[in-house]
């Protein structure tokens, strides 16, 4: 079945570490997004890709880095220098950019740091 | 960049009422889609509108999009407890990335 796969579902962190949130997808999707929700609130856009090889950022980038080498794959790493990371993530697709139609998210991944 | 408001944040309804919420942007749209998000979940794609004065039905989500393309509403007739969730509109401006709305979380009251 064609879809988004996100790994690890749940992740614990200590404070300092670096954490890389995996993004798979095979809906041959050019478009890919990374969101960042906390408890009751909306989505918040970190980064996205509208082509491999190219991403930008959002709206909420520090402290967060992406690559899209693969048009499949678009890991987020959340590092040190995210002040408030726990947090649920979620990745999503589309096929294009502009007029995207509909987003496919995957399971998402709720980051602890303890 | 361009904002999409949504409204209520939160409401509560007794099962079997009525329940709306609403989108409002400040600038043209070229389509707004729906999304539902169940506790713990991820977003679902429910539908997505184009044409000024659309409306339309999915069983008893009734949903509709503005003349002027600048707002839309979501219905859900007579609620069951397998609404429960949180409801987004989100807006494509056409040459911007797709804004999301703050969403409207849904309980409901057996």
């Known amino acids: 079945d064609g879809g988004i796969t996100q790994s690890p579902k749940y992740l614990f962190r200590k404070e300092g570490q670096n954490v890389t949130l995996s993004c798979e997808q095979n809906?041959?999707?050019?478009?890919m997004y990374w969101y960042r929700q906390d408890p009751g609130q909306g989505l918040r856009l970190i980064y996205y890709s509208q082509i491999v090889n190219d991403f930008q950022k959002g709206d909420i980038a520090e402290g967060y880095s992406v690559s899209r080498e693969k048009k499949e794959s678009f890991p987020l790493t959340v590092t040190s220098a995210q002040k408030n990371p726990t947090a649920f993530y979620l990745c999503?697709?589309?096929?294009?950019?502009?007029?995207?139609?509909?987003?496919?998210f995957g399971e998402g991944s709720r980051l602890t740091v303890l | 960049g361009q904002q999409v408001m949504q409204i209520p944040q939160y409401q509560h309804v007794q099962e079997g009422e009525d329940f709306t919420t609403y989108c409002n942007s400040s600038?043209?749209?070229?389509?707004i889609q729906w999304y539902k998000q169940r506790p713990g979940g991820h977003p679902v794609f429910l539908i997505q509108?184009?044409?000024?004065?659309e409306v339309k039905k999915q069983k008893r989500l009734t949903f509709q999009f503005g003349e002027a393309k600048k707002n839309s509403s979501l219905h859900i007739t007579a609620t069951q407890t397998t609404d429960v969730g949180t409801y987004f509109c989100a807006g494509n401006f056409g040459n911007e990335k797709l804004t999301f709305g703050t969403g409207t979380r849904l309980t409901i009251i057996p």
């Open positions: 509108l184009v044409k000024s004065g």
């Open positions: 999503a697709s589309s096929r294009g950019f502009y007029n995207t139609g509909e987003l496919f």
């Open positions: 809906l041959n999707h050019d478009a």
């Open positions: 600038t043209t749209l070229s389509n």
